[in-house]
């Protein structure tokens, strides 16, 4: 089983983001929408009422207030990044068959590579990674199969792929992707 690790944090100004979803983009047009009706009606009352001052930027959130989803959401969203860092077509996230869910289907040069993320907060109860087992696995190969059934791929290798995410703070991680991770089981 191959690994590559990575100390991952948020990207400085000069480099480039990673690409956003559809889901993640139709959210910021939402947004974009709601601040120009804001800065309309601001606009109109501009006359009337007296201005407010600014509000002073929220708080960031403690890793230890998130909730499960919050975490696992967050998690997902740093392997993306992490993986189109490394030039992997990311092809669906969060991909939902009858045999349960992939986290994320990503094409790197011929293989197709379905990627399980484990997100911690801590190592109390193990290894992020140490919760994929035999069970998981199987469900994966199942998962691959409905895939490979619904999109029309011929002559390509399949591997499945980990990426375990130990949160070190608000804004830093311990990532390590685990490469074949179920070659070795």
């Not at 400085?12 to 889901?23: L, T, Y």
């Not at 601001?42 to 007296?50: C, L, P, Q, R, V």
């Amino acid at each position: 089983m191959e690994e590559s690790q990575a100390l991952c944090t948020k990207p400085k100004e000069d480099e480039a983001p990673c690409k956003e979803s559809a889901g993640a983009k139709r959210a910021n047009a939402t947004e974009e929408a709601k601040g120009a009706k804001r800065a309309k009606a601001a606009k109109e009352a501009k006359g009337t009422k007296e201005p407010k001052e600014p509000k002073e930027p929220k708080e960031t959130k403690d890793v230890a207030s998130y909730s499960p989803h919050e975490l696992g959401k967050r998690g997902e969203e740093a392997a993306a990044c992490f993986l189109e860092r490394r030039e992997y077509e990311i092809l669906d996230r969060n991909w939902k068959c009858i045999a349960g869910e992939a986290d994320i289907v990503a094409l790197q040069d011929d293989t197709l590579c379905f990627i399980e993320v484990k997100t911690r907060k801590d190592a109390q109860k193990g290894f992020p990674s140490e919760a994929v087992d035999t069970r998981k696995r199987s469900r994966y190969e199942r998962i691959a199969a409905c895939y490979l059934k619904d999109h029309d791929y011929a002559d390509v290798r399949v591997r499945f792929d980990i990426i375990a995410i130990l949160v070190l703070g608000e804004d830093r991680a311990f990532l390590r992707h685990h490469l074949n991770a179920f070659g070795s089981m």
